[in-house]
């Protein structure tokens, strides 16, 4: 169901990686986003904009953020270390980079679709995992 979300708000929308994600975790998960709240992730869309950290990546961290609210500091950087594992692993580039994630998945027609979904099936089996630890 999250990849369908995300198609939904990356392809139908026309939103970017971040905000896309974050919308479509935010259904799924029941995170009550407000559009507004969601918007507040476009910066990070485009490796913010220079090709650094992964907006999906970005997305799907505000997603976990918003699903384990109220988690100790200890705790949050266990989860999004773990998470990033999984996204790296899940998406095969050695890297968190959107730049180099971009040169492998990007293409002109999906923009990177490809990688996004990826990403979407990382959160999905690691909230998955984490609630069954």
Known sequence: MLKERVIHYYIEQNKNCAVSMLQAAGDVYSLNLTEETAELFTGFGGGMGCGITCGALSGAIGALSGKYRGMDRETCHELCTAFVEKFKEKLACGS???SVIAAKYKVPETRCLAAVLLA????DEFVKEWEEK
């Open 96 to 98: 968190v980079d959107c």
């Open 120 to 123: 979407a099936e990382a959160l």
